[in-house]
């Protein structure tokens, strides 16, 4: 996945990563001129030793220079962020809700009758259109950051934030917490899958339909009580204290994009939940025989 | 006054020279340890528990034990200590963890404890000598070189009060009466001669399982007590384990299920699993909560406080591996979610499930689910169904 400030794929990225280059390259061309001044003042001729120490120089260079440049920056940095906040009033194609929990991304898109579709810990967005994130959080702040798609928006409980993005080419980018949020701070990270808006629409149908698992695993996962927190839609499963799993075998990762997704990774995870995420809310289940732990993943596995 | 002239000798002493006062000091402190490790290693003393305190040594002794049971016994309020749940949970226990050392009405201890020194006295004499405080301290703690031992479970301070409880109402108490109190109303089956004279159990041991949760048509003896009747094997078993292992805390279910050969823990299971769910009158009793509220918290949880649903684990559809809580009864269903919430039961697979749980329950919520529970019936085979 990736996870860069210098490959932008939208123009959110893109004016961020254009001030970086201006930053780091002027402040590049700032620093050799000043080792060239060392340099001469130390081994250059009489003549340009006496001009280095005149005081005009050091006025012009050591006030007028910085003065102008930082104001000049500072301006450019204000129309940056202008363009930012304008874009935040346009109207978006597609709105989808995050909200940063401890220590996961509850995940929502708008269905078509007005309905919600339920996602988690994983964002997928279509290319070329404008995409408006509505960031909130119901415990503590957080924030969210995509780096190479957009400077990161904090999530504060009681707010509502709005990120907008227009992602420009499809590829899987990740996003992260950057705002520390507790123990797990570090292990709450998340998938985004920019797709060609053709895939993004069909995947968006796929994802309201309800589930379409069976066999041992669903009817050990309602037995032994995940319905109590995660919903799998089209069965039993309604609880909506945890993410919802309806198409969790899709995903790319598992456990807000700690584990590459797969059987093994559905394992680990039911078994050691806490040691693979330290005081992660959902109990460990490692006392369930071997082959029950592997029907969970396997069902879990076949929800794509 | 002689003291104090003493120690003004010494302070005068200390204040002129006092490189020589602590020579003193120290050359004191090194003769008397020298003078008690040659007294030790001579073996002039007398260990032996057939010869007695001299008198002297007794009344020091038990001088000490006093003031010490005196100066650290806790000051808390005990629970209702009358109430008849917690005294006939305590008096089960008494006749299978204390009898023996200690008698009861109408049956001395052992022979062979009455040779221990200090021999463990007869409780009906001397509860009354102590406060109920005291006796917690004495029950949760036990004493040292007295061959009083300690509450196997630290952390369960419930059940040590309930030992108290029957404390309080042992003096005077006459046979009859304890066996009313202690033994359930369990009738030991009668054993022959060979099974008597080959059975590598004591007899003691018959019927300890019942004495508390009861056997065919009849439940718990105390609300304090969970209704085994209907259970899955699969949960009795893993309880028993669990408790075997030290990873559920009890006083009195740790010592039971530790005696337990793997073959004992099946049979039991088995034989607890198949007995028809009891009819689950009286276990609503004095239940405090609202029933309908508990109904609500356990068909749909409260997401906003991050509580599942309890009925998704403990419902008619739940896994063997849980048990069944329609009609437990509601004293017991609270202590247990007070205990998981004050921190204390244990580190079981299950007890990780649970407790998080049971932290985010305020007491009236606690009440009302346990309400719930049990209200509903057993026998109808729908374990919570609403």
């Given at each position: 996945m990736?996870?860069?400030v210098?490959?932008p794929?939208?123009p ?17 061309a700032?620093l050799l001129?000043v080792l060239a001044?060392i340099?001469?003042?130390l081994w250059g001729?009489?003549?340009v ?5 005149s005081?005009r120089?050091?006025?012009a260079a050591g006030?007028?220079f910085p003065?102008a440049l930082?104001?000049?920056l500072?301006a450019y940095?204000?129309v940056v962020?202008r363009s930012s906040i ?5 109207k ?13 991304w ?5 269905g078509?009758d007005?309905t919600k579709i339920a996602?988690?810990?994983e964002?997928r967005?279509?290319?070329?259109r404008i ?6 959080s119901p415990d ?5 950051w ?5 400077g990161k928006v904090?999530?504060?409980p009681?707010r ?9 080419r499809a590829?899987?980018f ?11 701070h570090a292990?709450m990270a998340f998938a985004?899958v ?6 993004f629409?069909a ?15 669903a009817?050990?996962?309602v ?9 799998i839609?089209?069965t039993a499963?309604?609880g909506?204290?945890g993410p919802?799993?309806?198409h969790v ?5 598992l456990?807000a994009?700690?584990l590459p997704?797969g059987?093994?990774?559905?394992v680990r995870w039911?078994?050691?939940t ?22 969970l993943?396997?069902y879990l596995?076949s929800?794509? | 006054?002689l003291?104090?002239?003493w120690l003004?000798l010494?302070?005068?002493?200390a204040?002129?020279?006092p ?7 120290v050359a004191?402190?090194v003769?008397v340890?020298v003078g008690?490790?040659?007294?030790a290693?001579?073996g002039l003393y ?13 009344r020091?002794?038990?001088?000490g034990m006093?003031?010490s ?12 200590l009358?109430?008849?749940d ?9 006749h299978?963890g204390?009898?023996?050392c200690?008698?009861?009405p109408?049956s001395?201890?052992s022979?062979i ?7 463990p006295?007869d409780?009906q004499e001397?509860?009354?000598l102590?406060t109920n405080?005291e ?6 703690h036990?004493?040292?070189?007295a061959?009083?031992?300690?509450w196997p479970a ?6 040590v009060?309930a030992v108290v409880a029957?404390?309080?109402r042992l003096p005077g108490?006459?046979p ?5 109190i ?10 022959g001669g060979r099974q ?8 003691d041991?018959?019927g300890a399982?019942?004495r508390?949760?009861g056997?065919?048509?009849q ?18 078993t893993?309880a028993?384990?669990?408790y075997a ?5 009890s ?17 039991l ?6 007995l028809p769910?009891s009819?689950p ?6 239940a405090s909560?609202s ?5 609500r918290?356990a068909?749909d949880g409260?997401a906003?406080a ?15 591996e849980y048990?069944?809580?329609?009609g437990?009864p509601?004293?017991?269903l ?10 204390k039961g ?8 649970m407790a998080p749980i049971?932290r985010?329950l305020?007491?009236r919520?606690i ?9 509903l019936s057993?026998?109808s085979g729908?374990?919570g169904?609403?």
């Open positions: 990736m996870q860069s210098l490959d794929g939208g959110q990225a893109d004016r961020i990563a254009h001030l970086t280059m201006i930053l780091f390259g002027g402040g590049s700032i001129l001044a340099g001469l003042a001729p009489s003549a030793r006496r001009m280095l120490a005081d120089l050091v006025i006030i007028v003065v930082l104001s000049a500072l940095g204000l962020m304008a874009q935040a009033d346009t978006a194609d597609v709105t989808i809700h995050v909200v940063g929990e401890q220590w996961w509850r995940v929502a898109y708008a078509a007005g996602e988690a810990n964002v967005l279509p290319v070329g995409v408006e994130m509505v960031l909130t503590v702040i957080h924030s969210a995509i780096p190479a798609l957009a904090d999530m504060i009681g509502t934030n709005r990120l907008v993005l227009e992602p420009t590829g899987v990740r996003g992260q917490c950057a705002e520390f949020c507790g123990t797990s292990l985004v920019v797709m060609e808006p053709e895939a629409d995947w968006l149908a796929r994802e309201a339909a309800p589930a379409a698992g069976a066999g041992a695993g009817e050990l996962f037995a032994l009580g995940c319905g109590g927190c995660h919903a839609r089209g499963a309604r909506v204290i919802d799993l309806t075998g899709g995903r790319e990762t456990g994009g700690i997704n059987h093994a990774a559905f039911i078994a050691a806490g040691e693979v995420k330290p005081e992660v809310r959902m109990p460990a289940f490692g006392m369930l025989p071997r082959a029950e732990l592997e029907d993943a396997r596995g929800l794509r | 006054v003291r104090l002239r003004k010494l302070s005068r002493l204040l002129k020279r490189l020589q006062a602590a020579a003193c000091v004191v402190i003769l340890a008690v490790i040659v007294f290693w001579s007398n260990v032996a528990a057939s010869r007695g305190h001299w008198y002297v040594v007794d020091f002794l038990r001088f006093e003031n049971v005196r100066a650290r016994a806790p000051d808390v309020k005990p629970p209702a009358d109430d008849p917690l005294v006939r949970l305590g008096g089960a226990h008494y299978g204390c009898a023996f200690h008698g009861a109408g001395r201890s022979p404890v009455q040779t221990m020194l200090p021999p006295p409780l001397q509860v009354p102590w405080q006796l917690f301290w004495l029950v949760k036990g004493l040292k070189y061959g009083m031992p300690a630290q952390d369960r301070d419930d059940e009060w029957f404390l309080r108490l006459d009859a009466g304890y066996e009313s202690a033994l359930g109303g369990v009738e030991p089956d009668p054993s008597l004279a080959t059975a590598e159990s004591s007899p041991a018959v399982c019942a508390c949760h056997s065919e048509g439940g718990p003896t105390s609300a304090l007590v969970p209704r085994l009747a209907g259970q899955s094997v699969e949960w009795l893993r028993l384990h669990d292992a030290g990873a559920r805390h006083g009195i279910m740790q010592p039971l299920a530790a005696a337990l050969s793997p073959r004992a823990v099946t049979e299971a088995q034989y607890y699993a198949g769910p009819s009158e009286g276990a609503a009793a004095r909560g029933i309908e509220n508990g109904r918290l068909t409260d906003a991050e509580l599942p649903a309890c009925l998704s684990c403990h419902g008619p559809s739940g896994s063997r048990p069944r809580l329609a437990q509601a004293r017991y609270s202590a247990q979610l007070m205990a998981w919430r004050g921190g244990g580190a079981s697979a299950t007890h990780a499930i049971a985010r305020n007491d919520q009440a009302d689910v346990s309400a719930f529970f049990a209200s057993p026998v729908e374990a169904r609403p």
